[in-house]
């Protein structure tokens, strides 16, 4: 089942006395705040639509300020609240990239049919992803994400087919 929400962003942190929030984004492009107007707040599993009336940046992280949070009291009520986004709001992806949230849970097979488990997790490096595969024992496998290794994903069958490397397993 396709997730309906993306995660942008972590707030993390009141800024300053007048209502702004420091969040750490979960974005490639940390530019991508400038585009909305409004966005989805959870925090404890309630959902409030706040609207967004600026946006700035400040070494890697994003300040936010919205319209009805006026101070820093007001803003701390916010702190660790999730950011999130409606899948049609988020960006088009280049051919042959995907959303991790869709690769999370996905079974994976070797070139050659063998089952090696479901992505559990998958981080970024400079270098690649690295997708973990966790198989029914516990036992991972780390794959680095690239197109030597990840042949295939296929969503609608919930598979990724990988081509082992020497010394991958």
Known sequence: MKQEYFEIGQIVNTFGIKGQVKVTPFTDDIRRFDE????????????QVKEIE???YHKNMVLIKFKGIED?????????????????EARKLPQDTYYIA??????????????????DDIYSTKAHDIYVVKNEEGKQILLPGRKEVIQQVDLDQEKITVHLLEGLR
Request: charged letters at 35%; proline letters at 0%.
């Open 36 to 47: 909305l107007k409004t966005i989805l707040v959870e925090k404890n599993g309630k959902k």
């Open 54 to 56: 600026d946006v700035k």
């Open 72 to 88: 820093i009291n007001m803003a701390e009520t916010l702190r660790n609240a999730y950011l999130k986004i409606k899948r049609e």
């Open 102 to 119: 869709d690769l999370l849970g996905l079974s994976v097979y070797t070139d050659d049919g063998e089952y090696l488990g479901k992505v």
